[in-house]
């Protein structure tokens, strides 16, 4: 039995999410994940690069610094929420309303570590994490965003990593290819019919289309960087 607490968000499309944050020890446990894949390519880096001398040096420890601060960023951004550690765990990050991680929030959690990692082993961290019932650290905090366990899905409803990438037909302005985004992550809560009932509200966007919500799933797919070149 986890010993997270829950708590819950009304989403736009009027659905009550309850949500899971993930308490210290999972956390603890993707961190320890990552630091080892990045310690391996670290070393494979100043191996490789050896050869060079001490110009390989340092463009080894350029690489170093910023596997170090951008892996993350990286990987939460084009991964749902999800560096490699964070997946073994089946854990992701995104903005405390469970909406995806914004840009800018990923930079300032990320980048606030070095002050959560205070005054050693992230000390500041886990006291945060300890003193608020969400368990976000003090990057967490500033950036509004939050840790959770992903939720199980139903195999009955569609999701859009079931659908090929669509480029949409149309300029999307950033609040429209959001909505999309919101729409696909959240489309396994809803029914099939439901799904093309919020669809259809894109009006001309899917005015064509047979299978809306699967158009409008495809199209996220797009966003997302999935079958771009």
């Known amino acids: ?4 607490t829950t708590y819950t968000v009304n989403t736009p499309e009027g659905i009550a999410l309850e949500l899971s944050p993930a308490g210290p020890v999972p956390r603890l446990l993707a961190w320890l994940l990552d630091l080892l894949l990045r310690s391996l390519v670290n070393v494979a880096l100043f191996l490789m690069l050896s050869t060079l001398g001490k110009t390989g040096a340092g463009i080894a420890l350029i690489l170093a610094f910023l596997l170090e601060w951008f892996y993350p960023v990286y990987f939460e951004l084009r991964q749902q929420g999800q560096t490699p550690g964070k997946k073994m765990l089946d854990i992701y990050v995104a903005q405390a309303d469970a909406s995806p991680i914004t840009p800018s929030a990923s930079l300032v959690r990320n980048l606030l570590r070095v002050v ?3 005054p050693l082993l992230y000390g500041f961290g886990f006291a945060s994490m300890m003193l608020n019932g969400r368990f976000q650290r003090l990057g967490d905090l500033a950036a509004n965003t939050v840790v959770l366990h992903k939720t199980p899905r139903n195999p009955h409803y569609n999701h859009a990593v079931d659908t090929d990438p669509i480029r949409p037909e149309v300029s999307l302005s950033l609040p429209e290819q959001q909505a999309i985004m919101l729409f696909a992550q959240r489309s396994y809560t809803l029914t099939p019919a439901r799904q093309d009932e919020l669809a259809r509200m894109t009006g ?5 289309q047979d299978n809306p919500a699967r158009w409008l ?3 996220a797919r797009w966003l997302s960087g999935g079958g771009r070149s």
């Open 1 to 4: 039995m986890r010993l997270d």
């Open 204 to 208: 001309s966007l899917v005015a064509q």
């Open 217 to 219: 799933q495809g199209i």
């Open 116 to 118: 959560d990692f205070l």
